[in-house]
């Protein structure tokens, strides 16, 4: 804005014009008509610093002109001059020492309040609010001003009077949304404007105090300046989704959040989980004590869940008794803060709400056959100080007097505990850190006895259990691969005995690492640097679902190496057996040695019972040899077809049934029949791998009684997905999804086997199919009770894969309900606000997991994350994996469109490709926003920003927010779908919001995605639109009056 100076010919012109308007005494009425002759048309007064002249003129006495302040009121209400230069003019006023001037000026700001706006150029709107800023540091001076007068002269009812008139303007001010967002503007604007405001406020705050009974309303003027300073319009954008327990019978996400986390993700780190359901608990509205209920009721439900594989009753006893205190406690630091001591009112609260769930907790207690709720309390008690003794004992006494079956429980005692039973993975605790402690030893023979230990059965499970639950199996597993690297190569002047023990030391750690690897994921045993003979052969030869793995035998199949290996395993001499062997290399060769007899059978050169007695001899060498044939032969098959592949299931098929009693005369190590048990288990999940999902035709009746209102067609899929898997399928995937859906949606209760079905689905089908065809599952509901149930449901599903679903949810997903052929699906009003709720749940869950890297895990017997420096060549990707890096191939070409540089701290590759795939949306709403009607994809929009505004952790992502999006769409908008001056401001010019709730500081809110120049147009874009909405706002009013 170019202002021309005070001795130009038309400044000159204007003064003459006020002096003659005075001497005539025009009537405001005349003034208007006489100053539109001198000003050229369609230009502002403000140019010519017609304000400034006139206040000047008016104000030069000791008391105002009033003739000549109407001349002001008029050129304002003609808007000759605008609000902001009236406002700028009388902020540069320093007559402080003429009250009834400085109460003129008052009385003048005071009644524009209530109509201030521009209607001017973006940059015009922007000085309006710089202006406003002004504005409130010269009221605060004139309150310093006539309160220091006031302490002087004791009594000044001048003073007293704009003392008030000033205070007035400042509440009109702080109770106008329009008004406090135009000043956040301004402060932003003019930081050092607002920086001298402030002290200026703390200096009349402190005059005011001790003003004693000299000024009168002095407490209500500090708390007018206190609201002032802390006054942030952008807080009042709040979630307005509130969770209501009393219509809800079960936060479903936040089930379906946890049956992932035991299932899929039992070694994560506590903390990041506590950070995923804090942040659950702001997207589903939870109180505090709804958050902490919510948490234990859905932990009681998982133990009550029917189980599809062994070890999964073992993990949920594990995460409710020893890993849900700590995330407990990591919550309540988290919320409380770090310095909070002592117990929780609300988890007090949660615990006695829970004690009054009788019927879940019977079923418990007789599943477990144990008082769960006891062993719970006695862990909070004991491992934190959230609950106090004699309140725990009081819901434990009522607890005995309620139940209908502990009375029975503790009388059959006696009959030994059951094996989930929590007193045993409680007492495994202890174990696992004595054991820690031993394997630090690098003495092999005293790490003997506790690796044997470790391969019986009956202790093995419990603790690998505790030591998953409570983030130590990572740890127990890299201290396994360290015995497991230095008893592979023999050492100098080793002894027989010495051999021995080596062998026994290679076995048990390399059984231990196969079963840890298949319960709880390859990543808590294959480290990123991939460094040992064990981690190497886990990454190549390790059957993992939708991987097709091709050992790299070829340097062993050299024939005399063949023989020479089967002469060893030969061998009766149990002191000949294992003395200098290089067990790396045997591992090689078993395979190499399967393959030549396997070829040799297949062209009947070798009876198939010699191949078998091959295995047994295997198998009695070291129990690790037949699971690098087991791998050998899991490969193959997946690579031939099926005639050919007969042969090689048959010998899994033995692998997994031929055990016997030993056969005394056939030298074997100690413990045989511990290890050659667990080399079954190893081979029977291997086998259930190669077939395609983890699908055990012994719990194919879990779901079976649930069947029996479906359709024939249904129960066919029904059996077919009961006794065989998704692979050998007829069924189009499609069907098998929505018949999944079907039986979990009327509970909403995720459970072991529909999660292990619509796991394989998403690897099978990959995240685009997978993503459209969940949400147009939950689309198909009508009413809103249905649709949050499907909301919440297909939120936890997409955590199966929280960053690939996302992007394939905003890049092909949402195109279709926007511009493709779902969007007739949209005709129900419902469905486009649960729509807008999923995919803003999901953006800001993608966001924080692409923040946390830690928190997504492989979930066990799926894909491992890709290596750095590329993946193995002998490791084929699934349909999933190719889809998602081509996915993300296309969205890394767009990323230079963002104003965030590569390499930003706290910025990966998935989150910028986060950024990008948000942006393609946001530019995509503002497509369809041009067509300038009210329609129900313009209704998603509304909702998709509505949603966004009030999510947290959406600073960045709002700053992604083309231009030209809101200007289509605010004046289409009525109530209640318009936006409030915060909302537009929040989504037009954001700010990261500051950690009010003692929540950990989130790294992506620190992610600058504008440069200086774009965060100063988005500050005048954001001027302009909020004069916009208060412009509509004014002429509504003005219609309304006209017509009333």
């Known amino acids: 804005m170019v202002l021309e100076t005070v001795s130009s010919s038309k400044a000159g012109t204007i003064r003459s014009l006020l002096i003659r308007a005075w001497r005539e005494r025009w009537s405001d009425l005349q003034w208007g008509i006489h100053i539109k002759t001198v000003l050229p048309r369609a230009v502002s007064g403000d140019i010519y610093h017609l304000a400034d002249y006139i206040l000047q003129q008016a104000l030069m006495g000791p008391l105002p002109n009033s003739l000549i302040l109407s001349y002001l009121r008029h050129s304002l209400s003609s808007q000759i001059v605008s609000y902001g230069g009236v406002i700028e003019s009388i902020s540069n006023y320093d007559g402080l020492h003429k009250p009834h001037c400085v109460q003129a000026l008052l009385e003048l700001m005071k009644s524009m309040m209530k109509s201030v706006s521009c209607r001017g150029k973006p940059e015009d709107c922007l000085v309006l609010a710089t202006a406003l800023v002004n504005g409130v540091k010269w009221l605060i001076q004139v309150m310093g001003w006539t309160t220091q007068q006031l302490l002087d002269l004791r009594k000044a009812p001048e003073h007293t009077t704009n003392l008030s008139l000033a205070v007035s303007v400042l509440q009109d001010i702080i109770d106008c949304q329009f008004l406090t967002c135009m000043l956040e503007i301004g402060r932003r604007e003019e930081p050092s404007v607002w920086s001298v405001s402030l002290k200026k406020m703390t200096e009349v705050e402190t005059l005011l105090a001790g003003a004693g009974s000299v000024i009168e309303n002095k407490d209500s003027y500090i708390k007018t300046l206190c609201q002032l300073k802390d006054q942030q319009p952008l807080e009042s954008v709040g979630r307005k989704h509130r969770f209501d327990s009393s219509s809800v019978p079960l936060c479903y996400a936040m089930h379906s959040i946890i049956m992932l986390e035991v299932n899929q993700h039992t070694t994560r780190d506590a ?13 589903q509205g939870l109180s505090t004590m709804e958050l902490y209920f919510e948490i234990l009721r859905c932990s009681f439900i998982g133990l009550s869940s029917p189980e599809y594989q062994s070890y999964q009753e073992l993990k949920w006893v594990g995460f409710t008794f020893i890993k849900v205190p700590v995330i407990l406690q990591a919550i309540h630091v988290a919320v409380a803060g770090e310095s909070s001591t002592g117990e929780s009112e609300d988890i007090l609260a949660a615990i006695k709400r829970l004690s009054l769930l009788n019927i879940l907790l019977d079923q418990v207690d007789v599943q477990i056959n144990c008082n769960c709720m006891e062993f719970l309390l006695n862990e909070l008690c004991n491992k934190t100080s959230l609950l106090l003794e004699r309140d725990a004992q009081a819901i434990i006494a009522t607890r005995l007097q309620e139940s209908n079956v502990l009375a029975n429980i503790q009388k059959n005692d006696t009959q030994g505990a059951h094996p989930g039973n929590p007193s045993l993975i409680l007492r495994a605790q202890p174990p696992v850190s004595n054991i820690l402690k031993t394997l630090s030893n690098k003495n092999q023979d005293s790490v003997l006895p506790v690796m044997t230990l470790l391969v019986s059965g009956k202790s093995r499970d419990l603790l690998l259990a505790a030591a998953a639950a409570s983030g130590n199996l990572q740890v127990f597993a890299q201290k396994v691969v360290k015995f497991n690297e230095l008893s592979m190569e023999p050492q100098p002047g080793e002894t027989p005995k010495m051999a021995i023990s080596r062998a026994q030391m290679f076995d048990i750690s390399f059984l231990l690492l196969c079963h840890i690897v298949q319960i709880y994921g390859i990543d808590v045993v294959v480290s990123e640097k991939c460094e040992t003979f064990i981690e190497q052969w886990m990454r190549d030869n390790m059957p993992e679902l939708g991987k097709v793995k091709a050992p790299l035998i070829s340097s062993y199949t050299d024939q005399s190496a063949v023989e020479d290996f089967v002469r060893q ?14 067990w790396n290399d045997v591992c090689q060769m078993a395979g190499a040695a399967l ?13 198939v019972q010699q191949v078998k007695e091959l295995l047994d001899r295997l198998r009695y060498h070291l129990c690790c040899l037949p699971i690098c044939a087991a791998a050998w032969l899991c490969s193959h098959v997946q690579v031939v077809d099926g005639e050919q592949a007969a042969l090689p299931f048959s010998l899994l098929q033995y692998l997994q049934t031929s055990l016997g009693d030993h056969d005394s005369s056939t030298p074997t190590l100690e413990n045989f029949k511990d290890r050659s048990t667990l080399l079954v288990l190893i081979v029977e999940n291997m086998l259930q791998v190669t077939k395609g999902g983890i699908h055990s035709s012994s719990t194919a009746n879990n779901s079976g009684s649930s069947t029996s209102g479906t359709s024939g067609k249904e129960m066919s899929i029904a059996m077919e997905t009961n006794t065989s898997t998704l692979l050998s399928s007829q069924e189009p995937l499609s069907h098998l999804l929505k018949y999944t859906w079907q039986q979990i949606f009327p509970t909403g209760i995720l459970n072991h086997k529909a999660l292990s079905t619509f796991r394989d689905l998403l690897r099978l089908g990959g995240t685009r199919w997978f993503v459209s065809d969940l949400v147009q599952c939950g689309m198909q509901c009508v009413f809103n009770s249905d649709l949050n149930r499907a909301v919440d449901l297909i939120y936890g599903l997409l955590h199966l894969d929280v960053v690939g679903c996302t992007l394939s949810l905003l890049v092909h997903t949402m195109p279709l309900y926007m511009t493709g052929p779902n969007t007739g699906d949209l005709l129900c009003g419902p ?15 993608a966001w924080l997991a692409v923040q946390q890297p830690s928190a997504v895990k492989t979930e066990p017997g799926a894909t491992v994350s890709t290596m750095s420096g590329g993946a193995s060549t002998s490791r084929k990707r699934t349909y999933h994996d190719r889809e998602l890096e081509e996915m993300e191939a296309n969205l890394q070409l767009h990323s230079g469109e963002l104003a965030i540089p590569r390499g930003t701290p706290g910025l990966s590759k998935d989150g910028t490709s986060l950024l990008v795939a948000v942006e393609s949306l946001l530019k995509l709403m503002t497509q369809v926003s041009r067509a300038g009607v009210v329609s129900p994809v313009s209704q998603l929009v509304v909702n998709i920003l509505h949603e966004l505004i009030g999510a947290p952790y959406s600073h960045t992502l709002l700053t992604l927010t083309p231009p030209a999006l809101l200007p289509n769409l605010v004046p289409l908008l009525s109530e209640p779908d318009s936006f409030t001056y915060a909302q537009l401001l929040a989504i037009t010019s954001p700010k990261a919001s500051c950690n009010s709730d003692g929540i950990k500081e989130f790294a992506g809110d620190l992610i600058d ?3 200086p120049a774009q965060a100063a147009g988005a500050r005048r874009a954001a001027a ?3 004069c916009v909405q208060r412009n509509l706002a004014l002429s509504s009013v003005c219609n309304v009056e006209i017509a009333s």
């Open 1009 to 1011: 995605a504008q440069t």
């Open 1024 to 1026: 302009k639109l909020l």
């Open 271 to 283: 903390a990041t989980f506590a950070q995923q359901l804090l942040l659950l608990q702001q997207l």
């Open 569 to 582: 395993v030969n061998i009766t001499e149990i002191d000949m057996k294992y003395n200098m062997v290089r």
């Open 595 to 607: 393959k030549e007899v396997v070829t040799a059978s297949e062209h009947g050169a070798l009876p």
């Open 831 to 845: 469905r486009t606000h649960s729509l807008a709720r999923l995919t803003v749940m999901m953006i800001i869950s």
